[in-house]
Every structure is written in structure tokens, then in C-alpha cells.
């Protein structure tokens, strides 16, 4: 008997190793094993972060691209990238898992950086450079170019969103949460792991962007490729020391299946004893009824046809939902409203690495004999995020001894308030900027006689803003989300920043077809950016931020948190699940 007890603590009871038997605790997973899984997210933050924040200028000055087509390709790239996440996710849960899905996207991802590398590098795939002897000074590129470059492009984005959706989930299986031991190396190892992602973006904002500037960009972009096909190899190394988890399915299938029931059951009437609605769920794993949303509730009356012939068989879930399943619903659907409030500040995020990047570009950057690159710009905002995380840990975490410091709600909405200040300054400091430009109007100078470290300040508030609400965001989606859709809450949340990013492209959509331009003029966003008014732009996002500021306050007024019962079994797991999606991007 006491043989067998040693035996069964020797293994991981529900992860399997590579055979699919138990795992055997000294042999898989721990942290050389998390860390191994996790290089491949550093790679990828580097990869996504080395090219994307230098891709503007990339389609300004090589693809000769009007400013407002560069800043929406790349908010595009982004807004794709984030909500192919959702796809993965669902291929990871119920086709592939996430050991199979991380190494297929991760080799993906490698392969469209490479595709880049290659359109950059030959010179029949990008247009000549500009002439300006003749009439036509800068040729766009033609379709075949295009069409190049968006293959490498969008089979990134395909690449980042199954590895983003898996990587982390892989990362913490690899620890036993009943453990204690295995519990305290999870909780270390993620939360100083998280600085050294932030690293490797730092060093692609500055040393890649570097390279790519003054070397080549097919070398930059080959380095891109090169890092992703050496994290594979090093992640494939590992694979037998891995602990893997069985498929779990979707949960976006348990959400469809109780809408179908509720719908299928819209004009039945509720019994009048409510505790004959049907329920299957343990008392642990119960989640009681509630008022809210009642319709919902029409799922869980029993009729007939809902069980088999001798009523011994499980219910059609097409036809019949529990209790539990329908309030996890509810739990879900009252995260909307904060989920569609925090849209906006990814709007103002994305300025960071397009319009304020070509603001950059146009400026003085050097410092003596040295020239910063312009997407280099972006490590004032990352620095600023990282600056402000270790303050508030030190300043406000640690002082306030075991208190929890600000509430999630608390931090999200300091950071939309953030937001709207930092838009405002960029309206000033563009202000500042067009009144050099008309100063300089006669002058033949492509770089204009004003230091580009004045705009340090919009890239730090972002960054600051960023911080609280990166954070709060991260820890309310999953901390409120039932058990069994941690997931799915955490892909909500990064619908966020894709749905952010999309925004984007429709705000500067609709103001280039509103602010044409009168009498031969430039309207606000006009196709070079000194031509431009960005502070308009910028105020109008500050002005729109600020609505939404006001809408978020009386969102988060309405939300109903979990009951108590639920509550305190989502505060114990958040405390663990909050680290796993830390290493997602931050862009």
C-alpha cells in the first residue's frame, strides 16, 4: 500500500509524457522544461516586435507607400495577428494540442519572415528607388510586390497567432499547481521571466532595427527568420522531458451549444420549484443560478426528448444545458461590456509604431555623430511600461503588505485615463512639429531642424498607460472567467488589441474620405506625412478616448463579479493562471 502511494507521487496524475503514459514527475516538465517552451515566445516577441516597429518605414521609403496605406497595412498585420489567436486556440483545444500547434505555427512564422528576407533582397520584388530627376520621383510597387510581401506578412501573422495561443498554456502544464514545490518554481519563474521577454524586445527595437537600417533588411529580416527556426529546434529538443495535457475541446463549443438549447427552449415556462432545473455538476465545481440574463436560463428545463429512450443516456447538450453551464455563460457575457470599453486604448497603442514612428522619421535623431534609428523611438515606450510595473510593485505592492494594491477595474480605468493624456501631447508636439515644417516649407531638407526626442513623452505616457492596462486587463479576463474558460477569457482579452488595431484602420479610413482637402490642400492624413494634420487626428482620438473613459465608468459600475462561491475558486487558480499569458505579446 505505502508502494503504491510513493508511485502515484512520483507521477503527475493529470499530465502524460510523450508515450502518453503518467508523467513521472523527476523525469518531465519544471522550469528547464517551461523555459525551453517559453524561447520559443522570446523568439517570436523578437521576431514580431523586430519588424513590425520598423515596418512603416519600410513601406515608406522602399515600397514607397502614401503614409496613411503604411500605417494601416501595419495596424492590420497587427489586428490579424492578435485575432488569428482565437484560431489557434480553437486548433490547439480540440485537433492538434498545443505541443503540435506551437511547432507547426512557430516553423510558419519562420517561414513568412523568410519570405520577407527574400522580397527585401532581391531587387526585382521591391520598387527602385526614388529618382528625383524626373517627373515620376518615386515608383510605387506594383502588385507583384505587393503580393510578396503580404505572402511573408500574413503568414506571420498566422504563425504569431497559433503560438501565441499555445505557448504560455504549455509553459504552465509543465508545473504540478497541487504541488507546492512545483506551484512556488511556477509563480518564479513567470514573474521573472516576463522581464527577460521584454529583453528581447528591447533588443529588437534597437539592435535589429539597427541592423536593418544600416545594413540591409534582408539581413534584418533573415536574422528574424533564423531565430524562429533555432527556437524550434531547441523546443523539439525537449520533446520527450515535456508534459502534455489531454484535448479538452473548445469551450466555444459548450457557448454555442447552450445558446442552440436556450433558443430551441425559448417558449417553454419555468417550472415553479426552480431546483428542478437540471444540473449534473459536483458541489464543488457548482456554480449557483442567477436572475441575470433569465433567458439563458431556458436551456436547463427538462422536456421530453432531452435524454435517451430509458433515460439513462447523457443529454443532448444540443438540447439539454446544466445550471453551471449556462451561469458560466452569464459569466462571460457580463465581461462584454468592460471588453468592448477597453477596445479604444489599443487604438491609441497603435500610433506608437505607426504615425508617431514616421513623426520620428522626419526629425533630427542624432545624438552627436550617431543617428537613432526611428522605430528605435518604441524603447522609450517599453521602458516606460517596464519602468512602471517595478515601481508599482516596489511603491505600491510591497507597502501595502498582502493587500492587492489597486483593483483590476481600478487599473484599467487608469490606464484609459492615461490614454487620453497621452493623445493630447501628441496633438501638442505635432503642433509643435507642423509649425517648423511651414518655418522650413522653402528649404530643400528631407530631416527637419527639430530634435525627434521631443516626442519621448507620447511614447512614455502610452508606456505608462500600457502598464496599468495591460495588466489589469490580463488579471480581470481571467480571474473573472469560470474555470473551465480561463482560455477563452484570455483570447477575449486579446481580441482587445486586434479589435484595437482595427479600429485604426477604420478611423483613418473614414477621415481620409471626410478631410479630403479643399482648393488643391491636404486633408488630415494626407499621403506624405509633413503634408498632414496629425494633430488633429491625435486629438480626435484623445477626444474619442475620452468618451470612452466616461462609458467604461458606468461599465464597470453595472459589473456584477462572480459570487462568492465561484469567486474564491477563481481567485485561488488566478493566482496562478494570471502568470501564464504574461509572456503574450505587449504590442
Known amino acids: 500500500m505505502e508502494m503504491e502511494t510513493e508511485e502515484r507521487k512520483a507521477l503527475v496524475l493529470d499530465a502524460y509524457d ?37 515596418l512603416v518605414t519600410y513601406l515608406d521609403n522602399t515600397m514607397h507607400q502614401p503614409s496613411a ?18 484560431l489557434g486556440g480553437c486548433v490547439a483545444d480540440s485537433f492538434l494540442g498545443r505541443y503540435w500547434t506551437i511547432a507547426i505555427f512557430a516553423v510558419i512564422e519562420a517561414l513568412g519572415a523568410c519570405v520577407l528576407a527574400i522580397s527585401a533582397t532581391l531587387s526585382h520584388l521591391r520598387p527602385p528607388p526614388c529618382n528625383p530627376s524626373v517627373a515620376i520621383k518615386c515608383v510605387k510597387a506594383n502588385n507583384l510586390q505587393m503580393g510578396v510581401f503580404f505572402l511573408g506578412l500574413f503568414a506571420m501573422a498566422l504563425g504569431i497567432g497559433g503560438v501565441k495561443s499555445s505557448v504560455s498554456a504549455l509553459g504552465t502544464d509543465q508545473f504540478d499547481q497541487t504541488d507546492e514545490k512545483e506551484k512556488t518554481q511556477m509563480e518564479y519563474f513567470f514573474n521573472r521571466f516576463y522581464f527577460l521577454i521584454n529583453i528581447g524586445t528591447i533588443l529588437a527595437v534597437t539592435l535589429l532595427v539597427y541592423i536593418q537600417d544600416e545594413v540591409s533588411r534582408g539581413v534584418g529580416y533573415g536574422i528574424c527568420s533564423a531565430a524562429m527556426l533555432m527556437a524550434v529546434i531547441v523546443f523539439l529538443s525537449r520533446t520527450r522531458r515535456y508534459r502534455y495535457k489531454k484535448l479538452t475541446g473548445s469551450p466555444l463549443i459548450q457557448v454555442i451549444q447552450v445558446i442552440v438549447a436556450a433558443i430551441k427552449k425559448r417558449k417553454l415556462e419555468f417550472p415553479s420549484d426552480l431546483s428542478l432545473l437540471y444540473e449534473d455538476s459536483s458541489a464543488k ?4 443560478r442567477t436572475d441575470q440574463f433569465r433567458w439563458l436560463d431556458k436551456a436547463t428545463i427538462r422536456s421530453d426528448g432531452d435524454l435517451g429512450k430509458n433515460g439513462s443516456e447523457t443529454p443532448n447538450p444540443l438540447r439539454l444545458s446544466t445550471v453551471t453551464r449556462v451561469e458560466e455563460l452569464k459569466m462571460m457575457i457580463r465581461l462584454l461590456p468592460i471588453w468592448a470599453t477597453t477596445i479604444i486604448f489599443w487604438c491609441v497603442h497603435a500610433q506608437v509604431i ?11 535623431r542624432s545624438i552627436g555623430k550617431f543617428h537613432v534609428p526611428a522605430a528605435s523611438f518604441t524603447v522609450f515606450f517599453i521602458g516606460a511600461t517596464m519602468i512602471t510595473l517595478a515601481l508599482y510593485d516596489r511603491l505600491v505592492m510591497k507597502k501595502s503588505r498582502g493587500s492587492r494594491g489597486l483593483t483590476n477595474l481600478q487599473k484599467i480605468g487608469l490606464g484609459l485615463a492615461i490614454s487620453v493624456i497621452a493623445m493630447a501631447v501628441a496633438a501638442a508636439m505635432e503642433q509643435k512639429r507642423l509649425k517648423v515644417i511651414r518655418a522650413n516649407r522653402n528649404t530643400p531638407t528631407s530631416t527637419l531642424p527639430l530634435t525627434a526626442f521631443i516626442l519621448i513623452p507620447q511614447f512614455a505616457i502610452v508606456g505608462i498607460a500600457e502598464a496599468f492596462m495591460y495588466s489589469g486587463q490580463l488579471a480581470f479576463f481571467i480571474s473573472e472567467a469560470p474555470k473551465g474558460m480561463k482560455a477563452i477569457s484570455n483570447s477575449l482579452f486579446l481580441t482587445t488589441i486586434s479589435f484595437g488595431y482595427f479600429v485604426t484602420t477604420i478611423l483613418v479610413d473614414l477621415i481620409k474620405k471626410i478631410t ?21 487626428f491625435y486629438a480626435l482620438i484623445s477626444v474619442l478616448s475620452f468618451i470612452n473613459l466616461g462609458l467604461y465608468l458606468v461599465c464597470a459600475r453595472w459589473y456584477k463579479p462572480n459570487s462568492s462561491e465561484n469567486a474564491k475558486d477563481s481567485d485561488v487558480n488566478a493566482s496562478h493562471d494570471e502568470e501564464k499569458p504574461q509572456d503574450v505579446a505587449n504590442s
Open 18 to 54: 510523450y508515450k502518453g503514459a503518467p508523467a513521472d514527475r523527476a523525469q518531465t516538465g519544471g522550469w528547464v522544461s517551461a523555459a525551453t517552451i517559453l524561447g520559443i515566445e522570446v523568439s517570436e516577441r523578437f521576431t514580431t516586435m523586430g519588424i513590425a516597429v520598423n
Open 69 to 86: 496605406t503604411s500605417s494601416t497595412i501595419v495596424a492590420n498585420f497587427s489586428g490579424v495577428s492578435f485575432l488569428l489567436c482565437l
Open 285 to 288: 465545481s457548482k456554480i449557483c
Open 354 to 364: 505607426t504615425f508617431s514612428v514616421q513623426q520620428a522619421a522626419s526629425m533630427d
Open 516 to 536: 479630403p482637402g479643399k482648393d488643391g490642400g491636404h486633408g488630415w492624413l494626407a499621403p506624405k506625412i509633413n503634408d498632414s494634420r496629425l494633430d488633429y
